[in-house]
Structure formats: structure tokens, C-alpha cells
């Protein structure tokens, strides 16, 4: 039979408020980390990636907070737009190197309202 | 900006029978993958590849899976006889040399539908 799929956590927003969105990782040895947007019926689209000697990294409307010590990764979304939504992904790599299998977090739908 | 593609988009095939699902990664890429992600639930590493021999694999990657690189740019995917629970999206990834960053682009995905 089929597989009873995971209830994702929702984060509902207002247009143009930031976002929050949260993940633990599992493994204190990874030392890279990505998030990823996934639109319906898409491939997961990279956002941003940090490796563990870093605790912040900022891109164009996001920043990626890194807590190593509580192994706890954040998403932060600035000016939250309608065309965030989608569903969040992070990603941890246990080994370093970029040939290496990424294991991904269960996701987070993030709900954009005008 | 070049992307990772994949065909078909949906395939449906029945229980035993065999299906092959196409990738061409970026083409300066060298590492390549495959996830599946069954409907709801979070997206699972199957199997890496690199210099034309797997790198690592799952336990979902038993001996019904099979990868390969025929060519230049293709990368597949092989069932060999489907069962029910193969129902998920496939997805390929692909990237570049090591030590010029991790990203891993993924494509859009085959979805697979056995009946």
C-alpha cells in the first residue's frame, strides 16, 4: 500500500513581513548545509549553503543562521513575497566534499498571504 | 543558465516491468545523483556517481537499480521490474568539480506511477 505521507509544519506570513523558518540536523559531523525551495511538482531549487566554520551567511533577501552547538539550522526570509511559497527544505551533508549524498531535512510549507 | 534536465516528466508503467529515467545533467559537471521523493514526504538519497562508477548508495538502491552514463551527457536511471512502492518523483542532480562549491542542482523530476 502506499506510504502514509508526513504532515509538513506550515508557516503562514503576510506579504512583506520576514520569515522564520527552522530545521535541526542530525549528524555534528556535517559540515555543509543548503536550503531548498520546492515549488509544487519541482525540483528542489537551491537558495543558499553555508559550511560549518561560518555561523551566518547572507544572500539577496536571506540569511542562513548556523548553531552548531544545538545543531540547528534557520532560514530567514526579509520582505516575505507571494512567490515564496513553496516548500523549504534543509540539507546537510555528513561528509565533506562536494560528491557526497545530501540528507534532507522534512520540510516546512511556507504560506505567503497578501 | 544551464540546468539540469530530465524525461520523460511522467512515466507510468505496470508492476515487473522495467523503465529507464533519462537525466542530462550541467555539462562542466562531473558528480551525479538520484533522489526519489515519495508523495508528502522529504526528498531521499539513492545513489552517487562519479568517473563512471557508483561513489555510494542507499539501501533503497538495491539490485533492481541500476545507473549509468551512456555517453557524453546522458545519466540514467534504471528499474529493472517495478514494484508498487517505486511510485515517487525522481529526481537527478548534478555538481561540479569539488572544491569549486557543493551546490548540487537538481532537475525537475520524472514522476513515476506503477500500477
Known amino acids: 500500500g502506499e506510504s502514509v505521507g508526513l504532515h509538513l509544519p506550515t508557516l503562514s506570513v503576510q506579504e512583506g513581513d520576514n520569515s522564520i523558518i527552522n530545521c535541526a540536523y542530525s549528524n555534528s559531523a556535517s559540515d555543509y548545509f543548503i536550503w531548498y525551495k520546492q515549488e509544487s511538482g519541482k525540483g528542489p531549487q537551491f537558495i543558499i549553503d553555508?559550511?560549518?566554520?561560518?555561523d551566518k551567511r547572507q544572500g539577496q533577501r536571506v540569511t542562513v543562521l548556523l548553531n552548531k552547538t544545538v545543531k540547528h539550522l534557520s532560514l530567514q526570509i526579509a520582505a516575505t513575497q507571494p512567490g515564496d511559497s513553496a516548500v523549504y527544505f534543509c540539507a546537510e551533508n555528513p561528509n565533506s566534499g562536494g560528491y557526497n549524498k545530501l540528507i534532507f531535512g522534512a520540510g516546512t510549507r511556507l504560506a505567503v498571504h497578501p | 543558465e544551464p540546468e539540469v534536465t530530465q524525461t520523460p516528466s511522467h512515466q507510468v508503467t505496470q508492476m515487473g516491468q522495467e523503465v529507464i529515467l533519462r537525466c542530462v545533467p550541467i555539462?562542466?559537471?562531473?558528480?551525479f545523483y538520484w533522489y526519489r521523493q515519495i508523495l508528502g514526504q522529504k526528498v531521499e538519497f539513492l545513489v552517487s556517481?562519479?568517473?563512471?562508477?557508483?561513489?555510494?548508495k542507499s539501501e533503497i538502491f538495491d539490485d533492481q537499480f541500476s545507473v549509468e552514463r551512456p555517453d557524453g551527457s546522458n545519466f540514467t536511471l534504471k528499474i529493472r521490474s517495478t514494484k508498487l512502492e517505486d511510485s515517487a518523483m525522481y529526481f537527478c542532480a548534478s555538481t561540479v568539480i569539488q572544491g569549486a562549491g557543493d551546490e548540487q542542482y537538481f532537475g525537475p523530476g520524472t514522476r513515476l506511477t506503477v500500477t
Open positions: 555539462s562542466n559537471h562531473l558528480y
Open positions: 553555508i559550511r560549518s566554520n561560518m
Open positions: 556517481f562519479y568517473n563512471n562508477e557508483i561513489s555510494e
